[in-house]
């Protein structure tokens, strides 16, 4: 191991030509090699009949993605129940000064190149834009000194208390070497995986991927990884490392997405290893895809309660004073598993029992101007707000204008960004919490962030919302494999259960679970 470390830090010398960089690049590539994938297969499902009625609840991109995939493969009886009067979910952006603005889903990297980015270029929404690295305010007070770190100070720095070395390139060799561990070990207990959901471990890696994230990655000696896993998972609202499950660490920091996260941190981050926004916005796929395909969307549905009958599903929906009686062949389940439970009038122990311990917390986004405000790049974290778990706290920002600026890859890009303060900036603030606050106890946190802390002046909040966020199971319940019991429950009773919550909360999550469902779908009816 140390002869390896030698290795990389050789080819980070200086005095090493453009062919060692490559070379470097060609290490980190190599260890996405297919291999075979380990674990428990997956069940073939009872799923729908081609000519039968579907049901499917939700319009994000679960509900969108799934009914989009069956209409493909022939089915054409597709009813899409939405309560809200839009598409898209958690894909939510504001049209303003121009420029889509994020109000919920904003990155994509490599592995959406496997699902999203094709499905979004097919109809005609897959303009992307490679963004910078995201930038770290150490404290939440612009007047304290070194607060702005770029990702490389932050990263390294945190690096440097296991090297003991204040030398850059020992420490970035230390993170790629425990890079390459992190990923040779994830090929090693779970193998290459079509999808996003490995197969069932055996019970050696269940055992030995026991607990926290952070529980995980001190066992295997991986803790210079930490600053890294701050940046892509906990600034994403992907749970604190020594709160959430090793599991859902392991499902969303997959080995593509770490390779990239390396070949960011060596500067060689190029397509598809890097990370990006739509120019767009994600809700215009969703959008189009109702468009073209001509989906039947019933907006503004208020469903009172599901019945599952012997040979068909039995819906309740409020229609002002009274209740309507709808029926479908089959039901696909994609709001939160929370909501299912409260409309079921038959819910099945086993499924009490598996979706009661799904607990989210809640992300608010803002949409807000304000002028005169210390800038550190167009994509930033607060950690001292993350470190210390500060109830709604402000955690992240990202400004689409910047992400779309010419140039702003490029150090003077980023430096004539920050050096605009006087001219009106639009950003898009993140704020999380374990409980829902109310909006205006929010709003007031967000002012006092940027007006006391960053100098902001003018601020004006255009737009709030508050969503339930990333439901997850507890390292306790996850360790048990909750997610392999409830696959193995899906199609009985003439149900799906899909969505985040009983896969992963990113668009890559839903659709790759989708894809699962269609997979393991018994073909005998259509």
Known sequence: MLMFALFLLHLLQPAQCQGSTEQAIKTLLSLLQPTEARGGPFP????????EQVCIVGAGPAGIHMAQSLKKIGFTNITIYEKTNRVGGKSYDIKYRGIEHPQGTIFAEANYFDNLIPLAQEYGAGDYVKIPTANVWRTNSAQDENIKLR?????????????NSTNPKANLGFLLQTVIRYVKLHKQMFGDYEGDLMLRPKEDVMFR??????????????????????????????????????????IWNNPKLMITLALRALKQDKEPFSVYVLRDGFEKIWK??????????????????????????????????YLKPEHCDFMIWT???????????????????????????????????????????????????????????????ASMMGFLTPDIGTPEGIAEYNGNQSQLLTISVLQLGKECQDEKTLNQILQDHYTKGFNATDLEILNTITWPYF???????????????????????????????????SVRGVMEYNNLLLRKMNKINY
């Open 471 to 505: 439901p997850r199971w507890s390292p306790e319940e996850t360790g048990q494999a909750r997610h392999w019991q409830v696959f193995n429950m899906q199609g009985k009773q003439k149900v799906w259960y899909a969505g985040s919550s009983v896969s992963f909360e």
């Open 335 to 397: 709001p939160p598993m929370s909501d299912l439970l409260r409309t079921l009038t038959d819910t099945r122990h086993e499924e009490y029992n598996l979706f009661k311990g799904l607990k989210p917390e809640f992300l608010t986004a803002s949409l807000v101007d304000m002028r005169n405000s210390v800038r550190n790049g167009p994509y930033s974290a607060f950690m001292y707000n993350l470190d210390r778990k500060v109830e709604g706290g402000v955690t992240g920002e």
């Open 288 to 321: 189009n895809i109702v468009q073209k395909e001509n989906l039947d969307i019933r907006f503004n549905t208020d469903i009172y309660s599901i019945t599952r009958l012997q040979n068909r599903v039995a819906l309740k929906i409020w229609k002002g004073s």
């Open 151 to 163: 990702t490389s100070q932050f990263i390294l720095g945190r690096v440097a208390q296991f090297t």
């Open 209 to 250: 991927i026991r607990g926290t994230f952070m529980e995980y990655l001190t066992r295997e000696k991986m803790l210079a990884l930490v600053p890294v896993f701050k940046l892509s998972n906990e600034l994403q609202g992907y749970g604190h490392l020594d709160e959430v499950s090793a599991l859902y660490g392991l």
């Open 44 to 51: 073939t499902i009872p799923g729908p009949g081609q000519y």
